[in-house]
């Protein structure tokens, strides 16, 4: 949709490794979005999907403008 922008989410995925030791992994996901509140929700309908205790540590717009 041409009024939808990129905004790029931190997501941390906490797991225990096999020594029982509480870890947490950062990654990035893209979403497109018409605003910062939709952007938002879709990462939280994202994160409802995974398998393992996800949480949200920022969202910010980006200046991306399509992906080729």
């Known amino acids: 949709d041409e009024d939808e922008v990129v905004y790029k989410a931190i997501i941390a995925s906490v797991f225990i490794d096999d020594n029982d030791v509480e870890k947490e992994t950062k990654y990035p ?18 994160m ?12 910010t717009k980006t ?3 399509e992906i080729i």
Request: hydrophobic share 45%; proline share 0%.
């Open 48 to 59: 409802k999907e995974g398998l393992s205790d996800m949480s949200l540590h920022s969202i």
């Open 29 to 46: 996901v893209l979403v497109w979005a018409k605003s910062l509140e939709e952007a938002t929700n879709r990462i939280i309908g994202y």
């Open 63 to 65: 200046k991306i403008v």
